[in-house]
T-cell receptor
């Protein structure tokens, strides 16, 4: 089945710093989503981005489907950005299931 | 409510008991998914429904796990004869269009199951 790898596994930033999270996947995808799992365990949708570039405030994401990777950019990080960031994909065989990466744990220090 | 809701939010049970976890999808969403998330890992797919039809149950770990969505709305995930290894966060998601390509999934808050 499709493999999803995220890097780095852990990241510590000072408030105000920028960061880039990466998601590599092993096969063609119909669906790619980025999520933020906050410290209370909620899984919050950030982007639905099977291809192209999107921006939402301080966050933006780019997926290059032909090269099988996606990037999540966080600018001017805040302590509320702390948590785990997951990338999840659905393969092009239309299975309906999302395959999640292992996540990047981000800690933003004040 | 506007989002996916799940109940109970926390469930503690003794080994050998049956548990039923409930998911209420976003109004109008036709597809519903169940995932299980172990501590420190990403969610793993269990099963999903388009309307009331179960499309894929390949992720259910064994025959103690079952799910239903009889009227195409609320779904119940049932675990019979619970074991300690069943302890995890159980997450439900829904999507507007039938699952299987090009649709965004929205997740509920999860049910934290602890089996003693």
């Amino acid at each position: 089945g499709i493999q999803v790898e995220q890097s780095p596994p852990d990241l510590i930033l000072q408030e105000g710093a920028n960061s880039t999270l990466r998601c590599n996947f092993s096969d063609s995808v119909n669906n790619l989503q980025w999520f933020h799992q906050n410290p209370w365990g909620q899984l919050i949708n950030l982007f639905y981005i099977p291809s192209g570039t999107k921006q939402n405030g301080r966050l933006s994401a780019t997926t290059v489907a032909t090269e099988r990777y996606s990037l999540l950019y966080i600018s001017s990080s805040q302590t509320t950005d702390s948590g785990v960031y997951f990338c999840a994909v659905e393969g092009s065989s239309n299975t309906g299931k999302l395959i999640f990466g292992q996540g990047t744990t981000l800690q933003v220090k004040p | 409510g506007a989002g996916v809701s799940q109940s109970p939010r926390y469930k503690v049970t003794k080994r050998g008991q049956d548990v039923a976890l409930r998911c209420d999808p976003i109004s109008g969403h036709v597809s519903l998914y169940w995932y299980r998330q172990a501590l420190g890992q990403g969610p793993e797919f269990l099963t999903y429904f388009n309307y009331e039809a179960q499309q894929d149950k390949s992720g259910l770990p064994n025959d103690r796990f079952s799910a239903e969505r009889p009227e195409g709305s609320i779904s119940t995930l049932t675990i019979q004869r619970t074991e300690q290894r069943d302890s995890a966060m159980y997450r439900c998601a829904s999507s507007l269009i039938p699952g299987g390509g090009w649709n965004e999934q929205f997740f509920g808050p999860g049910t934290r199951l602890t089996v003693l």
